[in-house]
């Protein structure tokens, strides 16, 4: 048996409100690319589903930038560390590394020649760096400037210029090379978030919290004008030109994007993305014909400049951790630690969010009924969303909070906390109170077996259902507490997972233990399991970020898919069919896999 990547649906940028993100564009105006939890994302421009992910670094990145030739990009993180590593090749070889900041790097800028970067952000002595690209070698001071640093640019043209924006509310001007400091500007009277020189590098553009946009002329620093007055009701968080210079984007806290020409200062077209704080703007990006436009939410809005009513495109999906995945078909349905569940097109890669008011908080797990995608949540409901409109129905509130749900026709059961739910046709039919705390549940192909696993003591409890009434009938015993447990759909084994890197398999009739298949390949907790529709295969996916697939015929691993999530830990795994896996991790990714038996 062997296995292959077969789609990779990428994470949404990384977002947070009041803070702005940056997006790098190709200079040949093919990808985009952004940066979410230890990974960097590109991903074409036409074709979004077509994705690749950079997870070479070892600290949470913060931002990423193409090189003018193409050949390289410099990705940073929180700690200060930037890495420049190739494009060229699929390896992504690293070309250097560098600690130009002893804080958080927020953006960084390359030289028209691509050899040297300017780096700013978090720092004890500095703010910020410019170095060659090559060596490291200092190309003069970043300074002048008393709080951290939010932007950089790096003037395209010469004469040579580097412009920053600052937490003291300025903007200062470099002269170089070697860069040395020449003046400051205090037209802003709040938090400067975003500076970009315009591609000739005749002017630049600051855009600041105050809700400000400000011209300055390239060479020489001094102000040159301003957009509106002010330009938007709220702060402005970041500003892209087009490719000719001739007009500009700037997009703000007021939910709103504008697009400005350049020459008369005057608004073109404006945007407004929505009414709700997830609607809040707080990155962009002008890509040959394209304007991307990124909200808190962290969807990424392809605005529509013949029809400026509402964006033309819409890329959806997640930008926390994912918790919870199921499916239905060829849609996929996943859950994040946000509350939030998108349903994902196997087919195409396309992905929408859930209709209407959904959960609070994390999603804990999800199953599929007849009609219905049953979802809980930490913030203590079950929902039955229906299969056929992806509308959320009203929340029902459960006794404590659930840990995980299972379906079989119109019998669902919730493990929650202090209790077991049994639940008929979308309402509450039952509740066994229980001494211990269930973590998950599964019913059998009958719709008379019940086990629940145990989050505090390291055993199964083994349920008979009579109509509504649950009865005890035994205990499983394991060598860690259950993770998961999942029934053969042929009805013949039941699959365990535990906290001790064991996959154990009981056989019917009686639950015998199979000593076995009793599977320890992983290095790490186990956290999920899925049996393939013919029986004939069990996934794991592990912390160790490593998929296992086992035979129950040959007892034994058959292939093993390790960095499955590079840097991540699996969180679930579910067959989209027989020879299809889907997997899902905290890097807010979806990946499927084809199984070739």
Same mark, same amino acid.
């Given at each position: 048996?062997?296995?292959?990547?077969?789609?990779?649906?990428?994470?949404?940028?990384?977002?947070?409100?009041?803070?702005?993100?940056?997006?790098?564009?190709?200079?040949?105006?093919?990808?985009?690319?952004?940066?979410?939890?230890?990974?960097?994302?590109?991903?074409?421009?036409?074709?979004?589903?077509?994705?690749?992910?950079?997870?070479?670094?070892?600290?949470?990145?913060?931002?990423?930038?193409?090189?003018?030739?193409?050949?390289?990009?410099?990705?940073?993180?929180?700690?200060?560390?930037?890495?420049?590593?190739?494009? &060229?090749?699929?390896?992504?070889?690293?070309?250097?590394?560098?600690?130009?900041?002893?804080?958080?790097?927020?953006?960084?800028?390359?030289?028209? $020649?691509?050899?040297?970067?300017?780096?700013?952000?978090?720092?004890?002595?500095?703010?910020?760096?410019?170095?060659?690209?090559?060596?490291?070698?200092?190309?003069?001071?970043?300074?002048?400037?008393?709080?951290?640093?939010?932007?950089?640019?790096?003037?395209?043209?010469?004469?040579?210029?580097?412009?920053?924006?600052?937490?003291?509310?300025?903007?200062?001007?470099?002269?170089?090379?070697?860069?040395?400091? !020449?003046?400051?500007?205090?037209?802003?009277?709040?938090?400067?978030?975003?500076?970009?020189?315009?591609?000739?590098?005749?002017?630049?553009?600051?855009?600041?919290? $105050? /809700?400000?946009?400000?011209?300055?002329?390239?060479?020489?620093?001094?102000?040159?004008?301003?957009?509106?007055?002010?330009?938007?009701?709220?702060?402005?968080?970041?500003?892209?030109?087009?490719?000719?210079? !001739?007009?500009?984007? &700037?997009?703000? /806290?007021?939910?709103?994007?504008?697009?400005?020409?350049?020459?008369?200062?005057?608004?073109?077209?404006?945007? +407004?993305?929505?009414?709700?704080?997830?609607?809040?703007? +707080?990155?962009?990006?002008?890509?040959?014909?394209?304007?991307?436009?990124?909200?808190?939410?962290?969807?990424?809005?392809?605005?529509?400049?013949?029809?400026?009513?509402?964006?033309?495109?819409?890329?959806?999906?997640?930008?926390?951790?994912?918790?919870?995945?199921?499916?239905?078909?060829?849609?996929?349905?996943?859950?994040?630690?946000?509350?939030?569940?998108?349903?994902?097109?196997?087919?195409?890669?396309?992905?929408?969010?859930?209709?209407?008011?959904?959960?609070?908080? !994390? +999603?804990?797990?999800?199953?599929?009924?007849?009609?219905?995608?049953?979802?809980?949540?930490?913030?203590?409901?079950?929902?039955?969303?229906?299969?056929?409109?992806?509308?959320?129905?009203?929340?029902?509130?459960?006794?404590?909070?659930?840990?995980?749900?299972?379906?079989?026709?119109?019998?669902?059961?919730?493990?929650?906390?202090?209790?077991?739910?049994?639940?008929? #046709?979308?309402?509450?039919?039952?509740?066994?109170?229980?001494?211990?705390?269930?973590?998950?549940?599964?019913?059998?192909?009958?719709?008379? #077996?019940?086990?629940?696993?145990?989050?505090?003591?390291? &055993? +199964?409890?083994?349920?008979?259902?009579?109509?509504?009434?649950?009865?005890?009938?035994? %205990?499983?015993?394991?060598?860690?507490?259950?993770? #998961?447990?999942?029934?053969?759909?042929?009805?013949?084994?039941?699959?365990?997972?535990? %906290?001790?890197?064991?996959?154990?398999?009981?056989?019917?009739?009686?639950?015998?233990?199979?000593?076995?298949?009793?599977?320890?390949?992983?290095?790490?907790?186990?956290?999920?399991?899925?049996?393939?529709?013919?029986?004939?295969?069990?996934?794991?996916?592990?912390?160790?970020?490593?998929?296992?697939?086992?035979?129950?015929?040959?007892?034994?691993?058959?292939?093993?898919?390790?960095?499955?999530?590079?840097?991540?830990?699996?969180?679930?795994?579910?067959?989209?069919?027989?020879?299809?896996?889907?997997?899902?991790?905290?890097?807010?990714?979806?990946? %499927?896999?084809?199984?070739?038996?």
């Amino acid at each position: 048996m062997s296995y292959s990547l077969k789609s990779l649906y990428a994470s949404l940028p990384k977002t947070e409100r009041g803070k702005p993100i940056v997006i790098g564009g190709d200079p040949k105006g093919k990808n985009f690319l952004y940066v979410n939890g230890s990974s960097v994302i590109i991903r074409n421009i036409e074709n979004p589903a077509v994705a690749e992910i950079y997870t070479e670094h070892a600290n949470p990145t913060t931002v990423a930038k193409y090189s003018p030739s193409g050949f390289y990009i410099a990705s940073a993180d929180n700690v200060g560390r930037l890495r420049i590593w190739d494009t &060229t090749q699929k390896e992504h070889i690293l070309k250097s590394e560098f600690t130009p900041l002893s804080g958080a790097i927020r953006d960084l800028a390359w030289s028209a $020649d691509s050899q040297k970067i300017v780096a700013v952000g978090e720092g004890r002595e500095k703010f910020g760096h410019v170095f060659s690209f090559d060596s490291g070698n200092s190309v003069g001071e970043i300074m002048g400037q008393s709080k951290a640093l939010n932007s950089v640019d790096y003037r395209p043209t010469r004469p040579f210029r580097i412009a920053t924006a600052s937490e003291d509310n300025t903007v200062a001007f470099f002269a170089g090379p070697p860069f040395k400091f !020449q003046s400051t500007s205090n037209e802003h009277s709040r938090f400067v978030n975003a500076i970009r020189y315009a591609p000739d590098g005749s002017i630049f553009v600051s855009g600041g919290a $105050d /809700g400000r946009a400000v011209i300055f002329n390239g060479e020489n620093g001094e102000k040159a004008g301003e957009f509106g007055n002010p330009a938007h009701k709220g702060g402005i968080y970041a500003v892209a030109f087009s490719n000719n210079g !001739q007009h500009i984007v &700037t997009v703000s /806290g007021d939910k709103t994007a504008k697009i400005w020409e350049v020459a008369t200062k005057q608004l073109l077209h404006e945007y +407004v993305m929505g009414t709700a704080v997830e609607d809040m703007l +707080v990155g962009c990006l002008w890509q040959g014909e394209n304007v991307l436009v990124v909200s808190v939410s962290g969807h990424i809005s392809y605005l529509d400049r013949q029809h400026p009513g509402k964006p033309w495109k819409v890329l959806k999906g997640h930008n926390k951790p994912i918790t919870a995945l199921a499916v239905n078909g060829h849609t996929i349905f996943t859950g994040s630690s946000d509350g939030v569940i998108c349903h994902w097109d196997s087919n195409n890669g396309s992905c929408d969010t859930l209709a209407g008011k959904g959960h609070s908080n !994390q +999603v804990q797990e999800l199953a599929v009924s007849d009609s219905a995608l049953i979802s809980v949540a930490m913030d203590d409901t079950i929902i039955f969303t229906p299969l056929a409109s992806k509308q959320y129905s009203n929340s029902i509130k459960l006794p404590s909070q659930p840990r995980g749900v299972a379906a079989s026709g119109n019998l669902v059961i919730a493990a929650c906390m202090n209790e077991v739910v049994v639940m008929r #046709d979308g309402r509450i039919a039952a509740s066994l109170k229980v001494g211990y705390e269930p973590q998950c549940v599964a019913i059998g192909t009958s719709g008379h #077996d019940v086990v629940v696993g145990s989050s505090k003591e390291n &055993t +199964v409890h083994v349920y008979r259902l009579d109509v509504n009434n649950l009865t005890e009938t035994s %205990t499983l015993s394991l060598s860690g507490t259950a993770t #998961d447990v999942k029934y053969s759909p042929d009805g013949r084994y039941l699959a365990v997972a535990d %906290t001790n890197r064991k996959v154990s398999l009981y056989a019917f009739p009686g639950y015998q233990p199979l000593i076995t298949m009793e599977w320890s390949n992983h290095t790490a907790r186990v956290s999920s399991l899925s049996w393939s529709q013919n029986s004939r295969f069990l996934a794991s996916g592990s912390l160790d970020t490593n998929v296992i697939i086992w035979s129950p015929e040959t007892k034994a691993k058959i292939v093993e898919i390790k960095g499955a999530h590079p840097m991540s830990p699996v969180t679930r795994v579910q067959w989209l069919d027989n020879n299809t896996l889907v997997t899902v991790a905290r890097d807010c990714c979806v990946r %499927t896999f084809a199984i070739n038996a």
